[in-house]
C-alpha cells in the first residue's frame, strides 16, 4: 500500500493543525484556539507534539508589545502529512 500511516497524526487536533498549516503558511495560536475550539493546554500539548516531531517550526515575536507566536509546516511535515494522507486515501480505495 502506498503512503504512510503516521501515529503524530492519529489525534484530530493534530490531523487538523497539519491540514490547516498545508494551505496556511503560517498560523498563530489564537487562530488556531479559535478555530479548533480548544483550550490553550490542549493546543500547546498538541503544537509541541508536532514541534518535538519536527513536522511544525514556531516564530515567536512582538507586535507591539503583545507577544505573538506563529506555527508553520516543516518540509518533513508536509511530507509527512501527504503521505499520511495518500495511505488513508489507499486505505479507503482498498475498501469499497
Excluded: C, W
Aim: overall charge neutral.
Amino acid at each position: 500500500m502506498k503512503g504512510t500511516y503516521d501515529k503524530a497524526f492519529e489525534n484530530v487536533v493534530r490531523l487538523r493543525v497539519m491540514s490547516i498549516l498545508m494551505v496556511n503558511e503560517e498560523y498563530d495560536f489564537n487562530s488556531f484556539k479559535e478555530v479548533l475550539e480548544v483550550t490553550d493546554g490542549n493546543l500547546a500539548s498538541h503544537l509541541k507534539n508536532l514541534e518535538k516531531q519536527e513536522y511544525i517550526s514556531v516564530n515567536k515575536s512582538f507586535v507591539g508589545r503583545k507577544p505573538m507566536t506563529n506555527y508553520s509546516a516543516t518540509e518533513n511535515g508536509r511530507k509527512a502529512f501527504q503521505n499520511h494522507l495518500e495511505f488513508l486515501e489507499n486505505l479507503i480505495k482498498e475498501n469499497r
